[in-house]
């Protein structure tokens, strides 16, 4: 999968976070993700929690094509901790 996103917003975030959205493609684990749908916007937004290298995250992203344009990635709170370790 290609990943793309923002020039500014991954700067952003990595300040707000310190989180860099290039490490989803090298560390992020899809195959233990906890996946949600947000159909609710015109764009539709998708999350995933899941462990980046050996921290869980909180990704959203939205599909474009054969790309996978991320939103937003910062750290998971205990609750979304919680019901990642139960899923």
Not at 4 to 22: M, P, Q, S, Y
Not at 46 to 67: E, H, K, M, N
Request: charged share 40%; proline share 1%; aromatic share 10%.
């Amino acid at each position: 999968m290609r990943y793309e996103w923002d020039a500014d917003k991954r700067r952003a975030n990595l300040d707000k976070h310190g989180l860099d959205f290039a490490d989803v493609e090298r560390g992020f684990d899809w195959e233990l993700a906890l996946l949600d749908e947000d159909d609710a916007r015109a764009e539709q937004r998708d999350q995933a929690i899941g462990y980046l290298f050996q921290q869980v995250v909180v990704l959203v992203y939205t599909l474009r094509g054969d790309a996978c344009r991320i939103i937003s990635l910062r750290r998971a709170d205990p609750r979304e901790r919680r019901a990642y370790e139960r899923s």
